[in-house]
């Protein structure tokens, strides 16, 4: 009699879906805007005015206090394609990269820093999701270990920006984004997070299936509850070098200590030889 083999048998091993953790940029990883943070490089670097700072300051305080409508978003937008255009685009970067720990780390959020260790330990990816430029967003993203970013893509000609904006990330563009990133990724995005502090970000937060607010004002705060999101406070703006950075401090002074030990035993040698030659 021939054995039957189990039906379980033949099939193919299930594995788990892919996840994700999507996390707003600024006022959610960190406790500040990201271009405005680097107004001041920009303005030493020359690529920026005093009247120019002036006038980013006012459209990223208006953001800031969450009342940027869609008429305030599209002129923010206009600003900051007129703002750009001409720009170096390596020259940005340097900048950027230069810059980022002196400028970005005073103001990240510890509770941040938590939730990616948590979701990287996980298995998920850790998405940042930012509207401002793709050259401002992937250093911060880089330093933060992201995995991908989804930002505004400008359109670059001969290494310069045009001026032109190629997508937007801003309001419904990123839940697009999202969801063409999930697509690529395979990522089942009903299993997967969002974080966010802003009510612009609500199409980002709908396209998850677990969604947390992040210090909400009182609109936010009544969606959430409306749509079942998780509410968190993050409350503590930590320098993130000394917690991402520690292993060249420690190979520093591991180096030195190996030196320091090497010195000492040529001394005692040099001293036993010279007491043997007297």
């Not at 271009?35 to 030493?44: E, T, V």
């Not at 793709?134 to 970013?149: M, N, R, S, T």
């Not at 609500?202 to 299936?209: F, H, T």
């Not at 947390?212 to 406070?233: C, E, I, M, T, Y």
């Amino acid at each position: 009699m021939t054995e039957q083999v189990p039906q379980t048998a033949s099939r193919p091993l299930s594995r788990a879906p892919r996840t994700a953790a999507f996390f707003d940029l600024d006022k959610t990883i960190i406790a500040t805007s990201s271009s405005a943070a680097f107004s001041r490089p920009f303005l030493a670097g020359g690529l920026l005015s005093h009247a120019d700072v002036l006038r980013s300051a006012y459209a990223h305080f208006v953001f800031m206090i969450g009342n940027a409508d869609a008429d305030q978003t599209e002129r923010m937008r206009a600003h900051l394609s007129s703002l750009v255009t001409g720009w170096d685009v390596e020259k940005v970067r340097q900048i950027v990269t230069q810059t980022v720990h002196e400028l970005i780390d005073p103001y990240v959020y510890a509770e941040a820093v938590e939730l990616i260790e948590e979701h990287h330990a996980a298995g998920r990816d850790v998405v940042v999701v930012s509207a401002s430029a793709a050259v401002l967003v992937e250093p911060i993203a880089a330093v933060l270990g992201a995995d991908h970013v989804l930002s505004t893509q400008m359109t670059v000609e001969d290494g310069r920006f045009t001026g032109e904006i190629d997508f937007y990330n801003y309001g419904d563009n990123k839940a697009v984004g999202v969801r063409r990133l999930a697509v690529s990724e395979g990522y089942d995005l009903a299993q997967s997070f969002a974080y966010s502090d802003s009510i612009t970000d609500a199409p980002m937060l709908a396209a998850v299936g677990h969604a947390f607010v992040v210090n909400p004002d009182r609109v936010l705060k009544r969606r959430a509850v409306q749509s079942g999101w998780g509410v968190l406070a993050f409350t503590r703006p930590i320098a993130l070098r000394p917690r991402i950075e520690p292993l060249p401090l420690l190979a520093v002074v591991g180096t030195v200590a190996v030196g320091v030990t090497v010195w000492l035993v040529w001394r005692a040698a040099r001293r036993r030889s010279r007491r043997r030659s007297a």
